[in-house]
């Protein structure tokens, strides 16, 4: 089994030469990094969908509240 000729003996050497030339805990710190950025463009990605929501929402209880203050006789 491999990946595009890449053994798995030969990815293993590698990342065992990453881990020496870093160490675990800047590994460790490189990946968490890469997980609040991804968490962070999952996020606003989302965002932005739900302002869409939010401004369609938004109109219809402004509409609701004029059409209750029209109602309303003023005193």
Request: hydrophobic residues 35%; aromatic residues 6%.
């Amino acid at each position: 089994m491999g990946f595009g000729g890449i053994s798995i003996w030969q990815l293993l050497i590698v990342l065992a030469i990453v881990v020496l030339l870093f160490g675990t805990k800047k590994l460790k710190g490189i990946g968490g990094d890469l997980g609040g950025a991804l968490k962070g463009f999952k996020k606003a990605l989302g965002d932005d969908t739900k302002k869409d929501d939010d401004l369609d929402t938004t109109n219809d209880s402004l509409k609701e509240s004029t059409e209750e203050k029209e109602k309303t006789p003023e005193k």
